[in-house]
């Protein structure tokens, strides 16, 4: 399926803006012909494509359109207009279905795509995780998003940016739905109260000394129900629109994202995660508390009392600071209070 842009809605785009400016009112498809130097029946054909992506556009014969609604789609033609940044996000393509975003956006960048590009998709049929996990990846609800990014930098700085992109995220779901307390998990899962509302996947091709691209791939859980939920995820996870109880918008969201990380990824660059720890620390779900690690089939117990500027989990165990690089977290929650931990 070929990829919506910018470029490919041209002329929806400058419909959509007659429309818009009319707020609410009539606009006559003379008007927009003449403005746009095209005939009636091509108007009447792109008019015909803004509806069939969801846009409610009336028409009446003798006043015209107007535009009724829009549809809660991240769609270039909703994102790109609330976009400030340079270039992060500006080139935008948006695919109704595909199987993963980070798989389509990583082989656009051994095509040798420009950093920035961004893939959004509305169904993924083979969303991933990390760890070699599934990401459940629904249509019509969520935000699947993938950044491409360029950094001159050593593979080895590079596991880092995940944790700074959660710090993105987070800032980002404060701005859109500042009313929901949003936890960072290290690495970088974003969880309300103790159930999962977002991840983030980076992948990364790189040589000995330099990295060529990273994906980076953000999955949030934005306006789907419990019960559209496979049973096994239902205890797990959680949408804004849960959280929140009024549905999220998401351009808006996918636009605050890209303004994020295009705040984010400088400051990564030329100082690494240290700005971001405090921060991080702030709202994280583990900070102070016991938790075990399942690292290599043998896990470790401890406290967790932050984390290192390489973006390791740092824990006190049994008098000594270890810290861990990888690895699943888990809160060691009392028997009296299970069910209500991570
Ligand atoms: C995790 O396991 O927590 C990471 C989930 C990352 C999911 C996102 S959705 C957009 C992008 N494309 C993918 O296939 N995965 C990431």
């Known amino acids: 399926m070929d990829a919506i842009t910018a470029n490919s809605l041209g002329r929806e785009t400058d419909i959509l803006d007659f ?17 746009l130097k095209i005939s009636r029946t091509a108007v009447w054909h792109h008019i015909r494509h803004l509806r ?28 790109l ?11 935008l393509l948006y695919l109704p279905r595909v199987d993963s975003t980070n798989r389509y956006l990583a082989a656009l960048a051994e095509q040798g795509r ?15 995780g990390r760890l070699g996990r599934s990401w459940f990846s629904p249509p019509g609800v969520n935000l699947y998003l993938s950044v491409l990014l360029r950094p001159s930098l050593p593979p080895q700085r590079a596991p880092s940016f995940s944790l700074a992109v959660g710090a993105a995220l987070h800032r980002a779901l404060h701005r859109v739905v500042p009313e929901v307390k949003v936890a960072v998990k290290w690495p970088n899962d974003l969880f309300i109260g103790g159930r999962k509302l977002a991840g983030i996947l980076c992948d990364m091709k790189s040589e000995a000394d330099r990295v060529h691209y990273l994906v980076v791939g953000i999955g949030v859980n934005v306006n789907g129900m419990r019960r559209q939920l496979p049973p096994s995820l239902r205890a797990r996870a959680v949408s804004l629109r849960e959280a929140a109880r009024h549905p999220v918008s998401r351009p808006a969201l996918a636009a605050a994202l890209l303004q994020e990380l295009a705040a984010v990824y400088p400051e990564w660059c030329r100082h690494g995660l240290k700005p971001f720890l405090p921060e991080l620390e702030r709202h994280s779900l583990l900070q102070g508390r016991e938790v075990t690690v399942d690292l290599h089939r043998e896990p470790v117990h401890g406290r967790v009392v932050g984390i290192s500027s390489h973006g390791g989990l740092l824990l006190e165990s049994h008098g000594r600071r270890r810290e861990i690089l990888s690895g699943d977290v888990h809160v060691r929650v009392p028997h009296a209070a299970a069910g209500a931990g991570a």
Do not use: K, M
């Open 19 to 35: 429309l818009r400016l009319a707020r609410g009112g009539h606009v006559s498809g003379q008007v927009i012909c003449e403005a």
């Open 52 to 79: 069939r992506l969801g846009y409610d556009i009336q028409a009446s014969t003798r006043r015209g359109y107007y535009l009724h609604s829009s549809p809660n789609a991240p769609l270039p033609t909703e994102v």
């Open 81 to 91: 207009p609330l976009l400030r940044t340079g270039s992060l996000g500006r080139d």
């Open 114 to 128: 420009a950093e920035g590009c961004t893939v959004i998709a509305d169904l993924q049929s083979g969303g991933r």
